[in-house]
């Protein structure tokens, strides 16, 4: 690897970090007034067309014939499908409810859950370091559950779930990013396309000719979803796992950044010293990750 592949490695990760963690949120707080179940719909339904078209000009057809061939391939797909319309639908909920910094704190403890669950599902080292980096999340969360019940990012933690479950299976299949996430896709697009129907007989639905504007902005739900993982995957590719998990944590900052000091959003003490112990573990795990790369 040489040093221009990895600096470019590390610019596109970053961007589709930046992507992530500022964009997305800026956009999908933009359009919360339609709903969220709206928004999630428009993600679903266009993030397939995006993907759909994106493997024509890539002229993929081959690779996804491939795999759809493979019945393991599909079924796992298809469980990794539910996950991110889990993940999706979640963290569009806590953007339109004003719960950035909740869905914020999922993005922080993911890494270090993406660790936790290698080790269990597929008995991956665990050094001093990681320990404790999961140490501090598990003491973050039964921290919440002592002082105030209430106050656990429950959005967070189900982003943070859905997503380690999500790359978790992933993993147990070779397939490329952006196909697998076309099938993943396609298999929830026809639920969406019903619920969409539902809403728009019903009168509940902000799309349509009578405000072009309006359907225009929601059709970019698709590219806005898809574009960050294509930078971040090819980041990943150039730069490798270790540099690209470091990256990431320009998406959580920018949440939490968000969400405090431009959306207002509240935030106690008892969940600020919860977010301290998280940030040291996440410390920690980022001090193990540029000492073995």
């Not at 999922?106 to 050094?127: A, H, K, T």
């Not at 039964?142 to 982003?159: E, Y």
């Not at 969409?196 to 929601?218: C, R």
Request: proline content about 3%; overall charge neutral.
């Amino acid at each position: 690897m040489n040093s221009k592949d990895f600096n470019k490695g590390l610019g596109l990760t970053a961007l589709g970090s930046f992507w992530w963690g500022v964009v997305g949120v800026v956009y999908f707080e933009y359009i919360s007034f339609i709903g969220y179940i709206e928004a999630v719909l428009h993600r679903c339904i266009w993030t397939s067309f995006f993907l759909i078209i994106t493997t024509i000009y890539f002229s993929k057809w081959n690779i996804l014939i491939k795999i759809i061939s493979n019945t393991k391939n599909l079924i796992t797909l298809f469980f990794s499908g539910l996950l991110i319309f889990i993940n999706w639908t979640t963290w569009i909920y806590a953007v339109s409810s004003n719960q950035i910094i909740d869905a914020s704190f999922g993005y922080f403890i993911m890494p270090i859950l993406s660790v936790f669950l290698g080790y269990i599902f597929f008995n991956e080292r665990l050094n001093a370091k990681r320990i404790v980096a999961i140490g501090f999340v598990l003491i973050s969360i039964f921290f919440l559950l002592i002082f105030n019940f209430q106050s656990i990012p429950w959005v967070g933690l189900i982003v943070a779930l859905s997503w380690g479950f999500y790359n978790l299976l992933r993993k147990k299949i070779s397939v490329d990013t952006d196909i697998g996430l076309l099938i993943e896709s396609l298999f929830i697009l026809p639920f969406a396309l019903v619920v969409f129907y539902i809403i728009t007989i019903n009168g509940f639905t902000d799309f349509g000719l009578a405000n072009p504007s309006l359907s225009l902005l929601l059709l970019l739900a698709g590219p806005i979803s898809v574009i960050p993982l294509f930078l971040y995957v090819r980041g990943v590719e150039l730069c490798g796992l270790g540099p690209s998990g470091m990256v990431f944590y320009i998406t959580p900052t920018f949440q939490f950044i968000l969400g405090y000091f431009y959306y207002n959003e509240v935030f106690s003490i008892i969940k600020l010293i919860s977010f301290i112990l998280i940030w040291v573990g996440v410390f920690v795990y980022l001090k193990d990750l540029s000492e073995n790369n």
